[in-house]
């Protein structure tokens, strides 16, 4: 069974950084991509970014230019640096490992790690 375990949320200001951790219990290369999902309360869960096998990022719109998701290999982690916060941005990030075949698509989820932007 994979393991994926977040760290890094909390309570910042609006404008501040947090940097959020996906520790994987196995090799991040066996994925044919990584990403982090979140979802406020009463509102649907919301891809934010994602990362594949080959190194190849997306992001959600509303979040160009300030997040930037990146893998560290050697580590199995995968980070999102969370930049310019506001508050639209609180919410629970989770962490989702996917493998993909030809007509399936398998996603492992971390617990997830809350985010607060508040002033």
């Known amino acids: 069974q994979v393991q994926l375990v977040e760290s890094g949320g909390g309570l910042v200001q609006p404008g501040g950084s947090l940097r959020l951790s996906c520790a994987a219990s196995?090799?991040?290369?066996?994925?044919?991509?990584m990403g982090w999902y979140r979802q406020a309360p009463g509102k649907q869960r919301e891809l934010v970014a994602t990362i594949t096998r080959g190194g190849s990022t997306n992001y959600v719109d509303s979040v160009k230019g300030r997040f930037t998701i990146s893998r560290d290999n050697a580590k199995n982690t995968v980070t999102l640096q969370m930049n310019s916060l506001k508050p639209e941005d609180t919410a629970a990030y989770s962490c989702n490992a996917a493998v993909r075949g030809m007509d399936y698509e398998y996603h492992y989820w971390g617990q997830g790690t809350q985010v607060t932007v508040s002033s």
């Open positions: 196995r090799s991040i290369s066996s994925f044919d991509a």
